[in-house]
């Protein structure tokens, strides 16, 4: 035991010295490179940023407090959320479909929208805040929750059946220790995005915090400021990850199972169109009744809140509705051009980077540090910052909407290679197979599930890139006409802009899914079940 113990805490310490390493390096390039460019007022050196942070902690520290409590706030309750609709869909199967269908368009409101909306209904205070981040969060722990609750062997139900025990004991015993490896995944995913989502709500008109501070360093041109709230924020978000990730290794003790299941045939009922248009329709009548009950149960003031009636006749049949349509398409179309890249390069790099992790895990231990401080970077204050760098136009946009969806697609990608059972590679071992070997036939099938599920749930964090930096940065696309129509007060435009946004963020979901849905039919069929 001894023998096998020296290796692995050599291993670790070799891991460790890396780590170190590489984040000295980082902190050496980024010191050199913010005194290249003194005077650019564009970058600000570690040192600046340690000696502001200090000579105004008391200011730091309790905007950090702020943000930090609704934070945490946002983050349990859109964790229990998210708990909640995946009890209601194991519970309920016929239901799934619907619960998720709901969720889904929930989490595709734009939050640039939807934070204004938010302060309205709830005036000052936190409320805007603590409901942004639960939004942000709680479909990040939804889709790998309902992946994990699926992730067990069929004979492990078998074997409890032979018992004659019921659902219950299924649930408890099997599928939550199942689930247990994807939603830690989600946690770590969801533990920034809280952040981030505090954060847009205190954009809105909030008294304190770290966005409030934000918008004082923008307005400013404070790069000190700037550099040194982006740290802070991202200083804690690495925290919480890391924090879950230990209490996952502290838990998960056990390897993978092996899944094996049957292919499933495509029925007629999964490929015909009646049966998916009933689904679609489900869902839009669902929504259109919490939307018409929510107003009629509030009551808010009509020129605030608008109902699909009042949205579909500025659209269709009021006076200028064919300008309307003419200016929100003109908008959506600036969008695209940049929505798209920069999903598909935050995808390839996410998962070309967990693979190479994986061949090469002596790199891990250098650039996960570095991946996971930059997704912790709230995107409140990077869009600026790259947008200095890197100009208003194209390239700055996609950069900062595929750094939005490479993060989630890594670490989901990273859990799923390593949910590669080790008694199939001990198999192809036997045989003399090699790293690619292994890969290939092991390591990728195993990792498509939890690829599609980020894949899936990149769609609206792209939307919400791309609509933050157009609405921070460039003053193009949707996400600019929504900050325009919130400070004209022009509320009609504004919700056509949430419903126009959240349909077609639900279409691109629905896209993959189908995408998802005929590859793991062959990969991964216990998911289709």
């Given at each position: 035991?001894?023998?096998?113990?020296?290796?692995?805490?050599?291993?670790?310490?070799?891991?460790?010295?890396?780590?170190?390493?590489?984040?000295?390096?980082?902190?050496?390039?980024?010191?050199?490179?913010?005194?290249?460019?003194?005077?650019?007022?564009?970058?600000?050196?570690?040192?600046?940023?340690?000696?502001?942070?200090?000579?105004?902690?008391?200011?730091?520290?309790?905007?950090?407090?702020?943000?930090?409590?609704?934070?945490?706030?946002?983050?349990?309750?859109?964790?229990?959320?998210?708990?909640?609709?995946?009890?209601?869909?194991?519970?309920?199967?016929?239901?799934?479909?619907?619960?998720?269908?709901?969720?889904?368009?929930?989490?595709?409101?734009?939050?640039?929208?939807?934070?204004?909306?938010?302060?309205?209904?709830?005036?000052?205070?936190?409320?805007?805040?603590?409901?942004?981040?639960?939004?942000?969060?709680?479909?990040?722990?939804?889709?790998?929750?309902?992946?994990?609750?699926?992730?067990?062997?069929?004979?492990?139900?078998?074997?409890?059946?032979?018992?004659?025990?019921?659902?219950?004991?299924?649930?408890?015993?099997?599928?939550?220790?199942?689930?247990?490896?994807?939603?830690?995944?989600?946690?770590?995913?969801?533990?920034?995005?809280?952040?981030?989502?505090?954060?847009?709500?205190?954009?809105?008109?909030?008294?304190?915090?770290?966005?409030?501070?934000?918008?004082?360093?923008?307005?400013?041109?404070?790069?000190?400021?700037?550099?040194?709230?982006?740290?802070?924020?991202?200083?804690?978000?690495?925290?919480?990850?890391?924090?879950?990730?230990?209490?996952?290794?502290?838990?998960?003790?056990?390897?993978?199972?092996?899944?094996?299941?049957?292919?499933?045939?495509?029925?007629?009922?999964?490929?015909?169109?009646?049966?998916?248009?009933?689904?679609?329709?489900?869902?839009?009548?669902?929504?259109?009744?919490?939307?018409?009950?929510?107003?009629?149960?509030?009551?808010?003031?009509?020129?605030?809140?608008?109902?699909?009636?009042?949205?579909?006749?500025?659209?269709?049949?009021?006076?200028?509705?064919?300008?309307?349509?003419?200016?929100?398409?003109?908008?959506?179309a600036e969008t695209a051009v940049f929505l798209l890249p920069g999903y598909a390069a935050?995808?390839?790099?996410?998962?070309?980077?967990?693979?190479?992790?994986?061949?090469?895990?002596?790199?891990?231990?250098?650039?996960?540090?570095?991946?996971?401080?930059?997704?912790?970077?709230?995107?409140?204050?990077?869009?600026?910052?790259?947008?200095?760098?890197?100009?208003?136009?194209?390239?700055?946009?996609?950069?900062?909407?595929?750094?939005?969806?490479?993060?989630?697609?890594?670490?989901?990608?990273?859990?799923?290679?390593?949910?590669?059972?080790?008694?199939?590679?001990?198999?192809?071992?036997?045989?003399?197979?090699?790293?690619?070997?292994?890969?290939?036939?092991?390591?990728?099938?195993?990792?498509?599930?939890?690829?599609?599920?980020?894949?899936?749930?990149?769609?609206?964090?792209?939307?919400?890139?791309?609509?933050?930096?157009?609405?921070?940065?460039?003053?193009?696309?949707?996400?600019?006409?929504?900050?325009?129509?919130?400070?004209?007060?022009?509320?009609?435009?504004?919700?056509?802009?949430?419903?126009?946004?959240?349909?077609?963020?639900?279409?691109?979901?629905?896209?993959?899914?189908?995408?998802?849905?005929?590859?793991?039919?062959?990969?991964?069929?216990?998911?289709?079940?």
């Amino acid at each position: 035991m001894s023998g096998l113990a020296q290796p692995a805490a050599a291993t670790g310490a070799g891991s460790v010295r890396l780590t170190g390493l590489g984040l000295a390096l980082v902190l050496a390039g980024w010191e050199l490179s913010a005194r290249a460019l003194s005077g650019a007022f564009v970058l600000a050196a570690p040192s600046e940023v340690i000696a502001y942070l200090i000579a105004n902690r008391g200011l730091m520290f309790r905007a950090l407090g702020e943000t930090l409590g609704n934070a945490a706030a946002g983050f349990v309750l859109g964790n229990l959320a998210a708990l909640l609709l995946a009890g209601i869909a194991l519970a309920w199967p016929r239901s799934q479909r619907l619960v998720t269908g709901v969720a889904l368009v929930v989490f595709c409101l734009p939050l640039v929208a939807t934070g204004p909306i938010l302060r309205v209904i709830f005036g000052p205070g936190n409320g805007p805040q603590i409901v942004l981040a639960a939004l942000a969060v709680y479909y990040t722990t939804l889709v790998p929750l309902l992946v994990g609750l699926r992730a067990a062997p069929a004979s492990w139900f078998d074997l409890v059946a032979s018992y004659g025990r019921g659902r219950i004991a299924t649930l408890v015993h099997i599928r939550l220790m199942a689930s247990l490896p994807y939603l830690f995944a989600g946690l770590q995913i969801a533990a920034p995005a809280a952040f981030l989502g505090a954060m847009v709500g205190e954009f809105t008109g909030a008294e304190r915090g770290l966005g409030v501070l934000t918008t004082r360093a923008m307005r400013a041109l404070d790069v000190e400021m700037t550099w040194a709230i982006a740290t802070l924020a991202t200083a804690v978000s690495v925290l919480a990850y890391l924090a879950i990730g230990a209490l996952a290794r502290h838990a998960l003790k056990d390897a993978p199972p092996i899944i094996l299941a049957p292919p499933r045939a495509e029925t007629a009922a999964d490929a015909g169109p009646v049966r998916l248009l009933a689904r679609v329709a489900g869902v839009s009548l669902a929504i259109l009744g919490l939307w018409w009950g929510a107003i009629a149960l509030f009551g808010p003031n009509p020129f605030f809140a608008k109902d699909p009636g009042d949205v579909l006749a500025a659209l269709i049949t009021a006076p200028d509705a064919a300008a309307t349509r003419a200016t929100l398409g003109a908008a959506m179309a600036e969008t695209a051009v940049f929505l798209l890249p920069g999903y598909a390069a935050g995808l390839a790099a996410g998962a070309g980077l967990a693979i190479l992790f994986v061949l090469v895990p002596a790199v891990a231990g250098t650039v996960m540090p570095l991946a996971i401080a930059l997704r912790s970077v709230p995107i409140v204050t990077t869009a600026p910052l790259i947008v200095l760098f890197l100009g208003r136009g194209a390239l700055g946009t996609i950069v900062l909407v595929a750094v939005m969806v490479f993060f989630p697609t890594l670490v989901a990608c990273l859990h799923g290679l390593r949910q590669a059972p080790g008694q199939v590679i001990d198999v192809l071992d036997s045989y003399g197979a090699g790293q690619w070997q292994r890969l290939l036939r092991v390591r990728l099938p195993a990792m498509l599930p939890a690829f599609f599920a980020a894949a899936r749930m990149g769609v609206p964090a792209s939307v919400l890139a791309v609509t933050v930096v157009e609405w921070l940065a460039t003053g193009k696309g949707v996400g600019s006409l929504m900050a325009l129509s919130a400070s004209l007060s022009d509320y009609t435009m504004l919700w056509i802009t949430v419903l126009v946004v959240t349909g077609f963020s639900a279409l691109g979901y629905a896209g993959v899914g189908r995408l998802e849905t005929r590859v793991l039919r062959v990969y991964a069929p216990e998911q289709l079940a």
